[in-house]
């Protein structure tokens, strides 16, 4: 591919409901969509990071500063021949996975629209339909959130997991087993805990929980396993892997029993696809996590988690989960299965709807890719 300009789209997607975690309550999502355009064709990819430093350092305005003034330029001249070569461009950039991770996947999008491959076939992806489940915020009380987890039940979805927060977790988490004794259900709790608080998630243990995901702080492998040698329900880590190594380090040091695998955390598509390898061949099993993305980054999510080693449900919900318009003009249903088709056109297998994009966008910027005579 021989890229000729990228534009970048700084959104602002008003949330459906508002959506609260342990590190704060969202009524918006921002993210950066990305357009390139190369070989007479257009790709596109999202960037996840949001408006606010919260579950991550990296914010748009960061991804937009380090896209516009490092990575893109690293495009210039020459053919880029695929993900690795890419990867190598960029690897002068320390940090800022999610910004590359965003142009990663419009090189993905624009490969598979060159040979007419879907994401999935790119990637060797197994399956057409993959298992999906709800992510469900932090409510105002247990009777309110019983109420929220029976709506998803109904429209479909088979696996739940809730956010907790110190003060938030035992009481709220049991309500919702007392109340859907064979529900697949799992929490999340965004780094907030300590090794020393954590001790108060011991009765999570009676609930047959799916797992438990990062409980402690990003940069706190050690303690993961620390707590994990006292917990029989697995842990799985999120914030805290960031690349394959870490994935290998977590299991060596057995930290963690499950790991939850996003394109934007790790740097990309390729990485993630390196972590899914590394976890297949140690039988751990992983899962396709959510950032709350438009139908480009959910596209993305769906070619992912068709890969055999995803064999737990993803955070990949129905577009009108968290949206009531999105950017493209496919919008994903759930099957009556709890699962959601994955797209098989080519590249990500989405069209962008520009009247849509333009709705939602805050600033936006065309930037020439030069090339060498
Ligand atoms: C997680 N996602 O697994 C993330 C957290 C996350 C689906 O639970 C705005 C507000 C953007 C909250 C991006 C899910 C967010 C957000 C990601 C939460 O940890
Ligand atoms: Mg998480």
Not at 167 to 192: M, W
Not at 222 to 241: G, K, N, R, Y
């Amino acid at each position: 591919m021989k890229i000729d300009n990228v534009t970048l789209y700084h959104l602002r997607m008003p949330l459906r409901t508002p959506f609260e975690t342990s590190f704060g309550r969202a009524l918006e999502r921002d993210c950066l969509l990305l357009e390139v355009s190369g070989d007479g064709l257009t790709g596109y990819g999202e960037c996840v990071a949001d408006r606010d430093p919260g579950y991550s350092y990296e914010t748009a305005d960061t991804a937009w500063h380090v896209l516009q003034d490092f990575m893109i330029p690293a495009l210039a001249s020459q053919e880029i021949s695929g993900a690795e070569d890419f990867q190598r461009r960029v690897s002068h950039v320390r940090g800022h996975p999610m910004a590359k991770a965003g142009l990663e996947m419009a090189l993905w999008d624009l490969e598979g629209k060159r040979q007419g491959r879907s994401l999935c076939q790119l990637l060797g992806g197994l399956k057409d339909r993959v298992e999906v489940g709800v992510s469900v915020g932090i409510q105002d009380s247990p009777e309110a959130l019983l109420g929220v987890v029976g709506g998803y039940l109904e429209q479909g979805y088979q696996r739940v997991k809730i956010k907790i927060k110190p003060g938030r977790d035992v009481v709220e988490t049991q309500a919702v087993r007392r109340a859907f004794p064979g529900l697949r259900l799992q929490v999340d709790a965004n780094s907030a805990y300590t090794l020393e608080m954590a001790a108060a998630l011991r009765p999570l243990e009676d609930l047959s929980l799916l797992l438990i995901e990062q409980p402690l702080a990003e940069d706190d492998l050690w303690d993961h396993h620390l707590l994990q040698a006292e917990f029989v329900t697995p842990i799985c880590l999120d914030e805290s892997i960031l690349s394959p190594r870490h994935a290998r380090q977590a299991l060596e040091m057995q930290a963690c029993r499950v790991i939850n695998i996003k394109a934007g955390r790790v740097g990309g598509l390729s990485q993630a696809l390196a972590i899914h390898d590394l976890c297949r061949t140690q039988g751990v099993p992983v899962w396709c996590g959510g950032m709350l993305e438009t139908g480009v980054g959910r596209a993305a999510n769906l070619a992912l988690a068709s890969l055999p080693g995803f064999t737990l449900p993803g955070d990949i919900s129905a577009s009108e989960r968290y949206y009531a318009e999105d950017i493209t003009h496919q919008r994903f249903t759930l099957n009556a299965d709890s699962t959601i088709t994955v797209p098989d056109a080519p590249g990500l297998g989405v069209t962008v709807d520009a009247k849509a994009v333009e709705k939602v966008t805050l600033k936006k910027v065309t930037l020439d890719v030069k090339r060498e005579a």
